[in-house]
């Protein structure tokens, strides 16, 4: 990070024998996805074959959100509170099928919470996608069909009647509507699926790796080098410090991995699906803020019950606002950012895209399997940048704070000596 030791800063200036290295690495990095490059037919086939299921279960819950959908729109609502209440009943759908896998894979707490989640993501993704076959396309499918059932109903002298009738009409005709659609949303989705685990690994090593990163600048040397002797000196001399401060900058680092994973998934996915050219330096910041908060509230509570979580929630308060002091001051998040914003780009330069006429590619631009391989590509990606860059700046950070306090501690002494012998 600019400051502390990051690589790659926006203040770099480099040697002259690196210039044509870093043209052609910053071109790749900048470049813009391939307008269409044609992936070979085993991979086409081995997508939609293991990504079938997800077909069948989109059946499962947009036939739940037809039911819903199409019940609303038999009572004369217009389209969008029917592709409303459409949507609502899928993600619901989706998230409790998604929290029983969880459950049933691994713990029913843990499992079922991120299983949960996982559902509304695939759901939201597959919904985002805007053209080919897409859940607008359902949605409307299933509000005109479930209209049409019900318009040739005359009316009774009961209007709880009528609304119950064409309540249960609309509702039985979208479940197919909504089958049909979901089974044909969730084929395209689960091809997505399976082609963005593969993206998502690869952009995921090509991140852990640093290949979005500039070439490290090589100082030049400045002065006489010092002896084979007083290099050993000096060595003797700096070991306690060297040590220290490596054991603190790697605790710093596990540390900086662990908050700036968050930051790099959530920003990599919207970076994935979205338009969005560059991660928000504000929003890592302020992740980060809430991230110490509620660090430091757990650990409170876990030594010292509600009191221990007032305090640690304090603690937490003071120690998020002095990190995002040093970070603003330093330029670190800027960095973070940065390197979250190359390594999906660099990811995403080989990604294909049905429409050939647009350069940058937003969701109402990408069919549904675009939509949902981009962001798990970029969930995938920006999880391994973001604890890249958060390893790198916590370990530069621990490692300051160490020589900070060696120095600081040098200053007193030597504050001391001075007050006492008069120089």
Not at 23 to 39: F, G, M, N, R
Not at 293 to 305: D, H, K, L, P
Request: hydrophobic share 40%.
């Amino acid at each position: 990070m600019s400051g502390i030791g990051a690589v790659g800063g926006p203040d770099r200036q480099y040697l002259p024998a690196q210039t044509s290295q870093i043209a052609k690495k910053e071109e790749a990095v900048q470049a813009e996805p391939k307008d269409k490059v044609q992936i070979s037919k085993a991979r086409e086939v081995f997508e939609k074959v293991v990504g079938s299921p997800m077909g069948v279960i989109m059946a499962g819950t947009d036939a739940v959100g037809g039911f819903l959908g199409g019940g609303v729109a038999g009572l004369g609502a217009g389209n969008s509170g029917s592709a409303a209440a459409t949507g609502i009943g899928s993600a619901l759908t989706a998230a409790g099928i998604g929290a029983a896998i969880g459950s049933a894979i691994a713990t029913p707490v843990v499992g079922g919470i991120v299983g949960g989640i996982a559902g509304l993501a695939v759901s939201f993704l597959s919904a985002v996608g805007g053209r080919g076959e897409t859940f607008e396309k359902t949605a409307d499918a299933i509000s005109t069909k479930a209209k049409a059932a019900v318009s040739d109903n005359v009316p009774t002298e009961s209007k709880v009647k009528d609304a119950a009738r064409n309540f249960t009409e609309g509702a039985l005709t979208g479940v197919g509507a909504g089958a049909v659609g979901g089974f044909k949303v969730g084929t395209n989705a689960g091809a997505g699926i399976v082609s963005g685990v593969i993206e998502g690994v690869k952009g995921a090593a090509t991140a852990a790796v640093g290949k979005y990163e500039k070439p490290a600048e090589e100082k030049p040397v400045e002065g006489e080098k010092p002896g084979f002797g007083k290099k050993v000196l000096n060595a003797i001399l700096s070991a306690p410090r060297v040590i220290v401060g490596t054991a603190v900058g790697i605790a710093g680092g596990i540390a900086g991995m662990g908050m700036e994973a968050i930051d790099g998934a959530l920003q990599g996915t919207v970076l994935g699906v979205t338009k969005q050219d560059s991660a928000s330096a504000e929003f890592t910041r302020g992740l980060m803020r809430v991230e110490t908060a509620i660090g430091g509230t757990v650990t409170g509570f876990a030594f010292g019950g509600p009191l221990g979580a007032a305090i640690g929630l304090g603690s937490g308060l003071v120690l998020g606002h002095i990190i995002n002091k040093v970070e603003k001051k330093s330029g670190t998040d800027k960095e973070i950012a940065q390197g979250i914003t190359d390594a999906v780009k660099y990811a995403k330069n080989d990604n294909t895209y049905e429409d050939t006429s647009v350069k940058e590619h937003s969701t109402s631009e990408k069919t549904t399997y675009e939509a949902v391989r981009d962001g798990i590509e970029g969930l995938a990606t920006g999880t391994a940048a973001g604890m890249r860059e958060g390893f790198k700046a916590g370990f530069s950070g621990g490692k300051g704070a160490v020589d900070g306090f060696v120095e600081g501690a040098k200053g007193i002494v030597s504050g001391i000596i001075g007050g006492v012998t008069g120089r």
